[in-house]
């Protein structure tokens, strides 16, 4: 059974830092590309950053420069960093696997970016 756990978010003042982790279970997750995902209220779910097997990383360009998707293959963790905080990321971020051509989703992590 495939499992998907986030933490890390939280209330962080504008131009804070968090960083955020994904542990996974019940697949091999060094064969897996692993994505984060955000929604913010009232808008659609957007895709914030991608890792694949081999560690390549792609990233939206309003993301390049402050977010940073890593894995740990042997803590079966995907992280991601987000540094320089604005209020627009506050929103709901989902930890994101396909596998046997399903997709699977975490439960997520609230982030707030708040004075």
């Known amino acids: 059974q495939v499992q998907l756990v986030e933490s890390g978010g939280g209330l962080v003042q504008p131009g804070g830092s968090l960083r955020l982790s994904c542990v996974a279970s019940?697949?091999?997750?060094?064969?897996?590309?692993m994505r984060w995902y955000r929604q913010a209220p009232g808008k659609q779910r957007e895709v914030v950053a991608v890792i694949s097997s081999a560690g390549d990383t792609s990233y939206p360009d309003s993301m390049k420069g402050r977010f940073t998707i890593s894995r740990d293959n042997a803590k079966n963790t995907v992280y991601l960093q987000m540094n320089s905080l604005k209020p627009e990321d506050t929103a709901l971020y989902y930890c994101?696997?396909?596998?046997?051509?399903?997709?699977?989703w975490g439960q997520g992590t609230q982030v707030t970016v708040s004075s």
């Open positions: 994101n696997t396909w596998a046997a051509s399903n997709g699977y």
């Open positions: 019940g697949f091999t997750f060094s064969n897996n590309v």
